[in-house]
């Protein structure tokens, strides 16, 4: 099959076009340490991130950005609250499909992926063993090795062994073989922390090429502003909670039930969780004005 079919194939178990969507609502997570001690590390997070998506995470250290990824990924389960990806609560199904849901839809590329390389064998090579767990039928939608390669732009890197390559370029193949298998979800916890500035920026290119020729919904944990800036949708986190979004280059708060901004409750029907404000301070006094960003489904914000 050639890459341009199995683009225009559309969604099947592994080899799906589009990206899919995640929600939070009402999201808490409690980590409790081996003292016995209870740290609240989520508190209410209410958030909507559409199919193909990019969003970046970011937030002061301790804030919860982490352990937000971790519960989209299914590494651990939400203390209360729902979390619905690809329009399933992951909070609530059994071990195994949770196991099925981290091989087949979600993709998490952890700091240092790189060393989980197999280090004598080529790029082609390591995303062939990456597939190894996969149905054949699964294997045979999905774009060759070497197309896959060729579609991200690493098709240098085909015949490479890992062990001749840069850090650089070890990390971009350890991209390539972790949306191998054709997750719609795409996690990167802090993917350029370890490289150099040519080598971050060549990284931040390779995920927004996933995104545009994959489909695959992005979310980034960064503490690097100028990454950040290069993601069209950014949220703050500050303690547990979502405290400001970004969108189309402005910074505007956002009201939760418990969260950041807290307004009058008659005004609740104009303000719901999760709308963007802005203040506007005047002689008269201070005035919020609701922002209306792009609607869940448009990619453009
Ligand atoms: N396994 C754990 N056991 C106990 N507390 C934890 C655990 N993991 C995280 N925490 C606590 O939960 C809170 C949120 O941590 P988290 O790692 O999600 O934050 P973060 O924003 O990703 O931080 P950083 O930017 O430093 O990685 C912090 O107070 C942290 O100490």
Known sequence: MSVDSWVSAGSTAVGRRTGIAVRCQNVVHIYTTLAGHDVVALRGVNLDIAPGEQVALLGPSGSGKSTLLGLFGGLQRASAGKVVVDGIDISRIPESELTRLRAGKVASLLQGARRNLLTYASAAGNVEFARRGLAPADVRELPSPRQLLDLLGLGELTDKPVNAMSGGEQQRVALAVTVSSGAGLLLCDEPTSQLGHADRDTMVDLIQRVNAELGTTVVIVTHDPDIASRIPRRITIRNGRIGSEGVHGRDYAVIDQDGAVHLPEEWADDYPP??????????????????????PGDHGR
């Open 274 to 295: 999760g709308s963007l404000v802005e203040f506007e301070e005047t002689e008269d006094g201070f005035f919020v004005r609701r922002v209306d960003v792009s609607p």
